[in-house]
């Protein structure tokens, strides 16, 4: 069955450093983005990409990054940590502009800045 | 602008007894709105949509939703709660513009008592 894995569930890491997180998607889905959740703000989208070597900035872009070298990839890293980016962050992918609301997401990856 | 509201940020049922989750959106024109479901520690799950087809919508798992034009309404039913149904409940809506950015509401926390 396709899927959406996200790596590593869990990670604790300390302010300043750098931190990437992987999101892998078996459905060949052209449209992936990233999601931040918070208590208080729900789901908010950090970046997303349309396909192989496109990005965009979401509305909370800031101290994030991204890039799409092939269709199933799109890690994103933390240039440098900081404690406001302690959250769950959410990968997710779409098939197409038409079904853009019909989200798959993975599990989730629980990043803790001290 | 679109926006959506979900009226209780939590709900508390006995099994076997109805389900309502309550959202109301914000829009000048019909649009797209999903409801999905997270489960704790998981990503979340499109439970069901509503693309201007049928007004009553049926999604997974028994539950259903009911677009309301005149009441700019799009609420959550389902006849029998069950205990596996607990989680937290999101409203989502396409905004009227042409990008990917999803509106999700704040979410509602579905307690099934026993």
């Known amino acids: 069955d396709a899927e959406i894995t996200q790596s590593p569930r869990h990670k604790i890491t300390e302010t300043g450093r750098q931190v990437t997180l992987a999101c892998h998607q078996t459905?060949?889905?052209?449209?992936m983005f990233w999601y931040r959740q918070d208590l208080g703000h729900g789901l908010r989208l950090i970046h997303y990409?349309?396909?192989?070597?496109?990005?965009n900035k979401g509305e909370v872009s800031d101290g994030y990054s991204v890039s799409r070298s092939n269709t199933e990839d799109l890690p994103l890293t933390l240039e440098s940590a900081a404690s406001s980016q302690t959250s769950v962050y959410f990968c997710?992918?779409?098939?197409?502009?038409?079904?853009?609301?019909?989200?798959?997401f993975g599990e989730g990856s629980r990043l803790t800045v001290l | 602008a679109q926006s959506v509201t979900q009226l209780d940020s939590h709900v508390s049922v006995s099994e076997g007894t109805p389900v309502l989750l309550r959202c109301n959106y914000s829009?000048?024109?019909?649009?797209?709105l999903f409801w999905y479901v997270q489960h704790p520690n998981k990503g979340l799950q499109l439970l069901l949509k509503y693309t201007s087809a049928a007004t009553l919508v049926k999604g997974i798992n028994g539950f259903e939703a009911e677009f309301k034009k005149s009441e700019t309404s799009f609420h959550l039913t389902k006849p029998s709660a069950h205990m596996s149904d607990a989680a937290e409940y999101f409203c989502v809506v396409i905004p009227m513009d042409s990008s990917y950015k999803l509106i999700f509401g704040s979410g509602t926390r579905l307690l099934v008592r026993p």
């Open positions: 997710a992918s779409s098939e197409s502009y038409t079904r853009r609301g019909e989200l798959f």
């Open positions: 829009s000048s024109y019909s649009p797209s």
């Open positions: 990409s349309y396909g192989v070597h496109d990005t």
């Open positions: 459905w060949n889905h052209n449209n």
